[in-house]
């Protein structure tokens, strides 16, 4: 008899057991509509704004070399431009002002900089004005990956192409 009760209440266990599972996987989840705006802004992260320079490579490098190319005629130009200077952007009515050259473009805490003096990452920030001075572009060129921050013109595409160490 000892078995017998203790195999009902086995049995009684088991059922407990499965009817919490099945009442609980019944539950309903809750729906959300793919529809509905998102409301809650997720920041992004701060964009440094300043731009150092370590000792080991200023005065380093004189200009950079730009190549310039007409996107109608396929035609290309190389323009070199001093670091700190601004120069007619080849035959396109523009200019260029070169602000800063790192060889080894990094981003470290609130700051851009050159993680080495080695050109692992070469970069330029530049600034390209129209015919009137309006600023069209503000922005970093990257040599080894002219596709990240392009500047973008219907007519012309300018690239990082070299860099001039000073002699």
């Known amino acids: 008899m000892l078995v ?11 059922v407990i057991l499965a009817m919490t599972l099945v009442w609980g996987c019944q539950k309903k989840a ?18 440094p704004s300043t731009v150092m320079i370590p000792e080991e490579i200023a005065g380093k490098w004189k200009a950079i070399v730009l190549e310039v190319t007409d996107k109608n005629t396929n035609e290309r130009s190389d323009v070199t431009v001093n670091i700190g200077e601004t120069a007619p952007l080849a035959d396109s009515g523009m200019t260029v002002f070169v602000e800063a050259f790192l060889p080894s473009f990094t981003m470290a805490g609130d700051v851009f900089t050159s993680s080495s003096p080695d050109l692992n990452n070469p970069a330029a920030r530049i600034k390209v004005a129209d015919e009137q001075g309006e600023q069209l572009f ?17 007519r012309y595409s300018v690239i990082l192409k070299d860099y001039v160490a000073v002699e």
Do not use: C, G, K, N
Not at 31 to 47: F, H
Not at 138 to 154: G, R
């Open 138 to 154: 503000y922005s970093w060129v990257f040599a080894l990956y002219p596709a990240t921050h392009p500047f973008e013109h219907p």
């Open 30 to 47: 809750q729906e959300i509509s793919l529809d509905e705006e998102i409301t809650e802004e997720i920041p992004m992260p701060q964009v």
């Open 4 to 14: 017998s009760t203790r195999s009902s209440t086995m049995v009684i266990i088991v």
